[in-house]
């Protein structure tokens, strides 16, 4: 039976950091834990299963609730990541369920994630699971302005 756990101390957050800096290779190893504290104190929760046999997290999902006039109330799946050593085994849907399953005894409408163009397999998940493509998701990257000190 898959076992799903929440990340809610630094021991958790450590425990998913391999998977973390994995997936997400922009992240900073030294700055993980500070920025995982902050998006947990904004709302982020961090859910994985664990890999016994390497004492570290096998798969993680990261989302955060919110609400918008579009869409109501809604969780949106930041990361969805399994490694490839363990893939086919179930988790990721498993982790998807259990998303689902939080969702519906939360009141929340519905589930919400943007996945790359070129990620077939999960895109071949998330139609199982019943997700549809309701829309393109557009972003700027915005060019960062020095502030200037004060004198």
């Known amino acids: 039976m898959i076992q ?12 998913c950091a391999r998977a973390l ?3 997400r290779p922009m992240l900073k190893e030294d700055e993980l ?3 995982s504290q902050r998006m947990m104190a904004e709302g982020f929760r961090l859910i994985y299963i664990t890999d016994e046999s390497k004492n570290e997290a096998a798969a993680i999902l990261g989302f955060r609730d919110y609400e918008m006039y579009r869409t109501g109330r809604i969780i949106y ?5 399994t490694f490839p ?5 179930g ?23 943007d996945s790359g ?16 493509l309701p829309c ?8 960062q302005t020095p502030v200037a000190s004060e004198k």
């Open 136 to 143: 393109h998701h557009f972003s700027k990257a915005i060019e």
């Open 77 to 81: 799946i930041d990361d969805l990541f």
């Open 21 to 23: 800096l994995t997936f």
């Open 4 to 15: 799903i756990k929440t990340a809610t101390t630094t021991d958790d957050i450590k425990f």
């Open 91 to 113: 988790y990721a849907g498993a982790l998807l369920d259990h998303v689902h399953e939080l969702a519906s005894a939360e009141g929340i409408i519905s589930v919400h994630l």
């Open 117 to 132: 163009y070129q990620l077939h397999p999960a895109h071949r998940l998330y139609l199982n699971k019943g997700y549809v």
């Open 33 to 35: 834990m500070a920025q």
């Open 85 to 89: 050593e363990h893939r086919g085994k």
